[in-house]
């Protein structure tokens, strides 16, 4: 018996480890609700509904292939090794095969996983499917990681000039086992359950992924370059959290982007191009994850900057996860991340920056509120997208670019369309005062909203100051 144990890869088609696996002779499938881990890595409760949701129309899927999907309890991923040797003892299981997952406490699961069970005899395949390029296969010529994503893009550039990751075929229909699939928890305990309107919004299943990335690349795609920054436009393919949950693969994204744009990556349409970017993005961060360890134990990549004298302002933090800091667009961007579990990149940027810049509060403050409110929340893409804005990260951004709140507003959302949507106490606003109805001085108090809780000019120039004063801004070396 070959035993699939499945974890951020809930899909059928294109699944390294589950196509390898029914390929070796009789299958079975498992996976682990662990609630003590998730709530220590401050996995959402959206994000958590998510899995559950897709693990029902994957254990359906299996289902029709004969394919029990079995569920077992391993409140920490201590408890993994134990869980899941048993379950080999009990089905007499050949061999575990497994898509490989990155980040600290992964890894030492994984090892210690395979450690228990081959002591016991029983082989531990692993694979590459997370990634189009395992991490720590791209490199610098001396064998370091990069540290600015454009230099590793070339690499990955050549790489996939050389050869493509290709799709795998999904698995056939086997002989029915004598074993049921367990039923899928409708919840978990310490996780609630999300509104309604935040679950539609996310449909579940690979088809709901496979539509989404269809449309996009077949129409949606072509403008993606001119679009993406706008977040009242839906400019971008909103699949984040298929990818992050394996509901699709970054192979399937990146064939629908090459099939768009008659193969080619680096040239051709810009929207296909930028898009793939993106994907490589992912990538970049995932390598980072693994390239410096640090990272993942809520350390800045650069060192240096752990020496910054943030800001323990409680109340000031609390009016930003709760959207009332007066400015509009950060408290329209943070009111969707509450009520959708998503947030448009360009806003993450901002609020991310308004929060570590303006209000000078510590990243790893705003990293955790994101990760405890994305649906599709995962350490390495949250955790990079954090230290770029903090400027303490990888490739990040200057630290004397601090972008300003209202300027950003005013060149993105134009028209004030997205603080309207969300703000809907702004509505009688012109599309000028709209961005900042301070400026009204008061005549605009029929309505309730806060004044600004910070001066941009004054909290800029503060920033700058404390950045100023850091010891050295030499980039990081090399380790953890
Ligand atoms: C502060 C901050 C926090 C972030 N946290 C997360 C997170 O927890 N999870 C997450 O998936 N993305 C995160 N991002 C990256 C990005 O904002 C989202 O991936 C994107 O908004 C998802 O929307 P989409 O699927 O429509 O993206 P598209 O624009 O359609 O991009 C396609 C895919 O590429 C990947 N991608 C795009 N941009 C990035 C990026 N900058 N870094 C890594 N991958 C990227 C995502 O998987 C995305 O689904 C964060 C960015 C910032 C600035």
């Avoid at 998730?38 to 359906?60: G, I, M, Q, T, Y």
């Avoid at 302002?313 to 996860?321: D, I, S």
């Avoid at 929340?377 to 630290?399: C, H, I, R, V």
Wanted: with cysteine.
């Amino acid at each position: 018996m070959q035993l699939i144990w499945l974890r951020s890869d809930l899909r059928l088609h294109d699944n390294t480890a589950l196509s390898a696996a029914a390929a070796r002779g009789p299958c079975v499938a498992v996976y682990l609700l662990s609630p003590e881990q998730w709530l220590e890595h401050d996995d959402a409760p959206c994000k958590v509904d998510f899995w559950l949701r897709n693990l029902r129309e994957l254990s359906r899927e299996l289902g029709q292939l004969n394919i029990p999907l079995l569920i077992r309890q391993a409140p920490r991923w201590d408890d993994a090794p134990s869980v899941l040797l048993n379950l080999c003892r009990q089905w007499q299981v050949d061999a575990l095969h497994l898509n490989e997952e990155y980040g600290i406490h992964e890894s030492r699961r994984d090892a210690a996983v395979a450690r228990t069970l081959q002591a016991e005899g029983i082989e531990v395949r692993r694979y590459l499917d997370q990634l189009l390029f395992k991490p720590g296969s791209v490199l610098t010529r001396t064998g370091t990681y990069f540290q600015v994503f454009s230099q590793f893009r070339k690499v990955c550039y050549e790489r996939l000039h050389h050869s493509l990751p290709s799709l795998v075929r999904a698995p056939h229909k086997q002989a029915p086992l004598n074993i049921a699939s367990d039923a899928i928890p409708l919840s978990v305990d310490g996780f609630a359950t999300p509104a309604d309107n935040l679950r539609n919004l996310w449909p579940a299943g690979e088809a709901e992924a496979r539509r989404r990335l269809d449309s996009f690349s077949d129409v949606q795609i072509e403008h993606y370059q001119s679009e993406r920054d706008f977040p009242a436009k839906p400019g971008t393919s909103q699949l984040s959290a298929y990818l992050a949950a394996g509901v699709i693969s970054a192979r399937q994204c990146l064939h629908a982007a090459l099939n768009s744009n008659q193969g080619e990556f680096e040239s051709g349409k810009t929207g296909a191009v930028t898009w793939i970017n993106e994907l490589l993005w992912r990538e970049f961060y995932k390598h980072i994850l693994v390239g410096y360890p640090r990272v993942s134990r809520h350390r800045a990549f650069r060192p240096e900057t752990e020496a910054l004298a943030w800001r323990n302002a409680p109340e000031e933090l609390a009016a930003w996860q709760q959207a009332r800091t007066g400015l509009p667009i950060i408290d329209a961007a943070m009111r969707q991340l509450l009520a959708t579990g998503w947030m448009h990149n360009r806003l993450r940027m901002v609020v991310a920056m308004f929060l570590t810049k303006n209000l000078l509060i510590d990243w790893r403050e705003g990293e955790r509120f994101f990760m405890r409110h994305l649906i599709d929340g995962d350490l390495a893409a949250n955790n990079g997208g954090w230290q770029w804005s903090s400027s303490t990260g990888t490739d990040s951004a200057p630290y004397f670019r601090i972008f300003n709140p209202l300027s950003q507003s005013e060149k993105f959302d134009p028209e004030g369309v997205f603080i309207k949507q969300w703000l809907p106490e702004l509505a009688g606003l012109n599309k000028k005062d709209v961005h900042n109805p301070a400026n009204l001085g008061g005549l605009f108090g029929v309505v309730d909203y806060p004044s600004p809780i910070v001066d941009l000019g004054t909290s800029r120039t503060r920033a700058l100051t404390a950045f100023k004063n850091l010891p050295s801004r030499q980039y990081a070396a090399v380790g953890s």
